[in-house]
C-alpha cells in the first residue's frame, strides 16, 4: 500500500509538473522552425534553426530529468555530435546532429500529451476529493441556495430518498470509486507521457554513434556556405 501512495505522489507530480517544460518547449519549437524555415532561402534561417536546436538541449534534459521518478530509473544520457571546430562551424554543428532533431521532434509533439495529463492529473485529483469531503461542507450549499445540488435526483432514482445523509453517502461512494481508479488512471498517463520522452529524448546513446567528430558533406557545405555570408556582411 505504501508503494501504491509513493508511485501515486511521484505520478502526480510528474503529469503536474510536465506541463511548465512542455508550454516553453513548444513554443520555442514551433516559433523557431516557424522563422527558420521560413527565412531559409537566405543565411539567416540556418542559424535560427541551430539556435533553436541548442535552447532545446536545456528543455530536454530537464524532460530527461524527470523520467526516473516514473521508470524507476535514471534516463539513459543522450549522445551529441561534437565538433573540434570553433566559431560559425561549431555553433551551426546541432544542424548535423540526430538528437538535437530528436529534441525538436519530442518538443512539438510531447505538449498535446503533457497538456492531457496535467487535466486529467488536476482534474481527478478535484473530482475525488470533493466527492470524499461532500459531507463536510454540502450544507452550507443547501442553506445558502435553499435547495439541493442535483444529487438528490439520483438518490430518490435509487431509492434513497432525498435527504442529506442519502445524498452525503452517494457522493462519498462516488469518491471511494474515483479514488480505487484514481492511481491507475494517472500511472497510465505518465507512463505514456514518459514512454513518449524516452523513446525521443534517449534514443541516441554513445553506443548508437562513434565516439569521434562526424563530419557530413552536406552539413559542412551549408556551415561553409553560412560563414561565408556571415564574414561577407
Not at 533553436?52 to 544520457?77: S, W
Not at 459531507?135 to 450549499?141: E, K, M, Q, R, T
Request: zero cysteines; hydrophobic letters at 55%; charged letters at 10%.
Amino acid at each position: 500500500m505504501n508503494k501504491i501512495f509513493k508511485q501515486l505522489g511521484a505520478d502526480t507530480g510528474y503529469l503536474l509538473a510536465s506541463l511548465p517544460i512542455a508550454l516553453p518547449a513548444f513554443l520555442i519549437t514551433v516559433t523557431g522552425l516557424a522563422a527558420g524555415l521560413s527565412t531559409l532561402v537566405i543565411w539567416i534561417g540556418t542559424p535560427i534553426l541551430a539556435a533553436t536546436l541548442f535552447a532545446m538541449r536545456g528543455l530536454a534534459a530537464a524532460g530527461r530529468g524527470q523520467l526516473a521518478a516514473v521508470t524507476g530509473r535514471p534516463a539513459t544520457a543522450p549522445h551529441y555530435r561534437h565538433t573540434e571546430s570553433t566559431g560559425a562551424r561549431r555553433f551551426l554543428a546541432p544542424l548535423a546532429d540526430g538528437q538535437s532533431w530528436l529534441n525538436l521532434l519530442w518538443g512539438l509533439v510531447n505538449f498535446p500529451v503533457a497538456l492531457a495529463g496535467f487535466v486529467a492529473a488536476l482534474a481527478w485529483w478535484a473530482a475525488t476529493l470533493a466527492s470524499l469531503t461532500y459531507p463536510l461542507y454540502a450544507w452550507a450549499i443547501r442553506r445558502a441556495t435553499g435547495e439541493g445540488d442535483g444529487l438528490e435526483h439520483a438518490t430518490r432514482w435509487l431509492g434513497w430518498g432525498d435527504s442529506y445523509a442519502a445524498t452525503a453517502a452517494l457522493a462519498v461512494l462516488g469518491g471511494l470509486v474515483l479514488a480505487l481508479f484514481l492511481p491507475l488512471v494517472l500511472r497510465g498517463f505518465a507512463l505514456v507521457q514518459a514512454g513518449l520522452a524516452n523513446g525521443l529524448l534517449a534514443s541516441l546513446t554513445e553506443h548508437d554513434t562513434p565516439h569521434h567528430p562526424v563530419r557530413t558533406t552536406t552539413a559542412d557545405a551549408e556551415i561553409t556556405r553560412v560563414q561565408e555570408q556571415l564574414s561577407a556582411a
